[in-house]
């Protein structure tokens, strides 16, 4: 089938596609009550708008009663931050009344540990504490909200804002789009132009074009970065210096043309120098006039493989690692082709789904799954995979590490700190490292593994330690293979997956190993009762004691069965 494209992405037909999915995400069928559709829009806000695993963030939804006016909290894996939210649902405030937000922000974070009744707050304020964390607060509601108080500290995002943010992610660089930048000298060399530029000037370009001037990987590692706090008193104190301190700005075009000062760009972008151009475009705002310079880089291309290259090597020593921005793009590019051939969509981007459901109808006919495939998916599926619980699945089960996916899948992404280690040279770029995995999470959620409502209390941590015990057993006792053999040639789990009713039996095995660990948990959880559920999945729950309680226990208990199940493959 050939995909046909009805018109070009509008953002209109974007923004009613982005309040139909916050209904349908957050009301679910109807049935709700306002606590559950406000848990629920506080996940679809994190996960959403701030690229966090819903694994994560179940747990970091602390609204409720004695809340101190925090709904929920995140702490990227980049450090020193933590962000703050306060989300409203079908309600939007005064603007002194978010400023109250604000106002209580600040006395949660000077009480005294023990005046504060609830023991996860109890918990995060001492981390801000101990970690000298930085909050971030946001506010944000899917109403129209008018908010015109200029704040550091404090971002507000109603309906519009949470669209125009949504539509960054996806809509790109206009096509032809023209911005103009003014130099105080300049020197040509080939494709290039080596120029200086003032911070006002720089200010003023940014203004124009922030909708789309930053790359969007480095966008996203943007939005979850601490703004830097020693260019911010550079600015302040010794704004003429900064030129001799700053590496500079890099911006890539697809043309540019000189007039006399005045450099006009068509589709330029901000590769390198992110972060100190949206430190002046957010700090600048605040300050009166700044007297400084900084060293301006413009490169023509119209290559997009070379403008990947200028963001990686022009990046190869910052803290956006260029190398990552571009290889996990390439690698998701060839796995959503893979997946398309056996009719699944693989989301790389939030609402990328969604804006697909709008604007290529026809299109859909093609995403049916695979017959068998399909068996392992809940009957509501609709056969788009989102990359963020790929990853995490793929970590927790390939990788035999549940815990840190869980409190932090963005350790995973462009410019975690364990990417490296994950996306190296041994892993295939197969569909079956990300899909094969994903399909053990999708089953667990039908036993119910993730369930909030579930029997067992720690069954709703547990969907990603369902999938580590899955391919824990599956490695050690049916293929006898090792991890790296696994990711270097996944083709060899074919033999259980293409055969739904013999795996189905290895994950009814598996479903009850599961059920043993969560027991042995509970009891290691009574022995040391400052560990709370959420703590001791994020570090806890795949040590040594507990791997070794689960091979036992498939010794004492399934050794049979899972001969049979090997003889049938």
Same mark, same amino acid.
């Given at each position: 089938?050939?995909?046909?494209?009805?018109?070009?992405?509008? +953002?209109?037909?974007?923004?009613?596609?982005?309040?139909?999915?916050?209904?349908?995400?957050?009301?679910?069928?109807?049935?709700?009550?306002?606590?559950?559709?406000?848990?629920?829009?506080?996940?679809?806000?994190?996960?959403?708008?701030?690229?966090?695993?819903?694994?994560?963030?179940?747990?970091?939804?602390?609204?409720?009663?004695?809340?101190? *006016?925090?709904?929920?909290?995140?702490?990227?894996?980049? *450090?020193?931050?933590?962000?703050?939210?306060?989300?409203?649902?079908?309600?939007?405030?005064?603007?002194?009344?978010?400023?109250?937000?604000?106002?209580?922000?600040?006395?949660?974070?000077?009480?005294?540990?023990?005046?504060?009744?609830?023991?996860?707050?109890?918990?995060?304020?001492?981390?801000? +504490?101990?970690?000298?964390?930085?909050?971030?607060?946001?506010?944000?509601?899917?109403?129209?909200?008018?908010?015109?108080?200029?704040?550091?500290?404090?971002?507000?995002? *109603?309906?519009?804002? =949470?669209?125009?943010?949504?539509?960054?992610?996806?809509?790109?660089?206009?096509?032809?789009?023209?911005?103009?930048?003014?130099?105080?000298?300049?020197?040509?060399?080939?494709?290039? =132009?080596?120029?200086?530029?003032?911070?006002?000037?720089?200010?003023?370009?940014?203004?124009?074009?922030?909708?789309?001037?930053?790359?969007?990987?480095?966008?996203?590692?943007?939005?979850?970065?601490?703004?830097?706090?020693?260019?911010?008193?550079?600015?302040?104190?010794?704004?003429?210096?900064?030129?001799?301190?700053?590496?500079?700005?890099?911006?890539?075009?697809?043309?540019?043309?000189?007039?006399?000062?005045?450099?006009?760009?068509?589709?330029?972008?901000?590769?390198?120098?992110?972060?100190?151009?949206?430190?002046?475009?957010?700090?600048?705002?605040?300050?009166?006039?700044?007297? *400084?310079?900084?060293?301006?880089?413009?490169?023509?291309?119209?290559?997009? @493989?070379?403008?990947?290259?200028?963001?990686?090597?022009?990046?190869?020593?910052?803290?956006?690692?260029?190398?990552?921005?571009?290889?996990?793009?390439?690698?998701?590019?060839?796995?959503?082709?893979?997946?398309?051939?056996?009719?699944?969509?693989?989301?790389?981007?939030?609402?990328?789904?969604?804006?697909?459901?709008?604007?290529?109808?026809?299109?859909?006919?093609?995403?049916?799954?695979?017959?068998?495939?399909?068996?392992?998916?809940?009957?509501?599926?609709?056969?788009?995979?989102?990359?963020?619980?790929?990853?995490?699945?793929?970590?927790?089960?390939?990788?035999?590490?549940?815990?840190?996916?869980?409190?932090?899948?963005?350790?995973?992404?462009?410019?975690?700190?364990?990417?490296?280690?994950?996306?190296?040279?041994?892993?295939?770029?197969?569909?079956?490292?990300?899909?094969?995995?994903?399909? =053990?999470?999708?089953?667990?959620?039908?036993?119910?593994?993730?369930?909030?409502?579930?029997?067992?209390?720690?069954?709703?941590?547990?969907?990603?330690?369902?999938?580590?015990?899955?391919?824990?057993?599956?490695?050690?006792?049916?293929?006898?293979?090792?991890?790296?053999?696994?990711? @270097?040639?996944?083709?060899?789990?074919?033999?259980?997956?293409? +055969?739904?009713?013999?795996?189905?039996?290895?994950?009814? =095995?598996?479903?009850?190993?599961?059920?043993?660990?969560?027991?042995?948990?509970?009891?290691?959880?009574?022995?040391?009762?400052?560990?709370?559920?959420?703590?001791?999945?994020?570090?806890?729950?795949?040590?040594?004691?507990?791997?070794?309680?689960?091979?036992?226990?498939?010794?004492?208990?399934?050794?049979?069965?899972? +001969?049979?199940?090997?003889?049938?493959?």
């Amino acid at each position: 089938m050939q995909s046909t494209r009805s018109s070009e992405p509008n +953002k209109e037909q974007f923004a009613e596609t982005v309040k139909e999915s916050i209904i349908y995400e957050v009301e679910k069928d109807g049935t709700l009550s306002t606590n559950e559709k406000g848990d629920n829009f506080n996940e679809w806000v994190l996960t959403r708008l701030f690229d966090a695993g819903s694994s994560e963030v179940r747990n970091q939804i602390v609204d409720g009663s004695n809340d101190m *006016g925090i709904d929920a909290y995140l702490i990227p894996d980049s *450090g020193g931050v933590v962000q703050l939210f306060q989300c409203k649902y079908n309600e939007s405030h005064s603007e002194a009344e978010i400023l109250g937000f604000q106002e209580n922000v600040r006395k949660f974070l000077k009480k005294n540990l023990n005046d504060i009744k609830r023991e996860d707050l109890k918990i995060l304020c001492k981390r801000i +504490k101990d970690e000298e964390l930085e909050p971030e607060l946001f506010y944000i509601t899917n109403k129209k909200v008018n908010f015109t108080k200029k704040t550091r500290k404090l971002r507000v995002f *109603g309906i519009d804002q =949470i669209v125009d943010q949504l539509w960054l992610d996806i809509s790109g660089i206009p096509p032809n789009k023209t911005e103009t930048i003014h130099l105080k000298q300049q020197m040509p060399y080939e494709r290039t =132009i080596v120029g200086i530029v003032s911070i006002e000037d720089l200010k003023k370009f940014i203004n124009s074009s922030r909708n789309y001037i930053f790359e969007s990987n480095i966008r996203k590692y943007l939005r979850n970065t601490k703004i830097n706090k020693g260019l911010y008193k550079t600015l302040q104190n010794r704004a003429k210096e900064l030129f001799y301190f700053n590496n500079g700005i890099t911006i890539v075009a697809k043309k540019f043309k000189v007039n006399g000062n005045d450099v006009e760009l068509v589709e330029p972008q901000i590769v390198n120098g992110a972060q100190t151009s949206s430190t002046i475009d957010e700090y600048l705002e605040l300050m009166d006039p700044v007297q *400084g310079d900084l060293l301006l880089t413009i490169i023509e291309t119209t290559s997009i @493989a070379e403008r990947q290259e200028i963001t990686q090597y022009r990046n190869s020593q910052n803290s956006v690692k260029g190398l990552d921005l571009i290889s996990l793009n390439s690698l998701h590019a060839n796995i959503k082709l893979q997946l398309r051939e056996i009719h699944y969509f693989y989301e790389q981007q939030a609402g990328a789904w969604n804006f697909e459901k709008k604007l290529n109808r026809n299109e859909l006919q093609w995403y049916t799954g695979h017959d068998i495939y399909n068996k392992y998916l809940p009957s509501d599926h609709d056969h788009h995979i989102e990359a963020k619980p790929a990853i995490q699945s793929m970590v927790a089960g390939i990788y035999q590490n549940p815990t840190k996916p869980y409190s932090s899948v963005s350790s995973f992404l462009p410019n975690g700190t364990l990417y490296d280690k994950v996306f190296d040279d041994i892993l295939s770029h197969n569909y079956r490292n990300f899909l094969y995995p994903y399909l =053990i999470e999708s089953y667990g959620t039908i036993l119910g593994y993730g369930d909030r409502k579930a029997e067992k209390e720690l069954k709703k941590f547990s969907k990603l330690i369902f999938v580590t015990v899955y391919f824990y057993i599956l490695f050690e006792f049916i293929l006898h293979k090792d991890k790296d053999e696994i990711r @270097a040639n996944p083709e060899i789990m074919d033999r259980i997956f293409l +055969k739904f009713d013999v795996n189905k039996k290895l994950m009814n =095995i598996c479903d009850t190993a599961t059920n043993f660990f969560l027991d042995i948990a509970r009891v290691w959880l009574n022995e040391h009762k400052d560990v709370t559920p959420n703590n001791f999945f994020s570090h806890y729950a795949w040590d040594t004691h507990f791997k070794d309680a689960i091979k036992s226990w498939v010794l004492d208990n399934k050794k049979e069965e899972i +001969k049979a199940i090997r003889n049938s493959i």
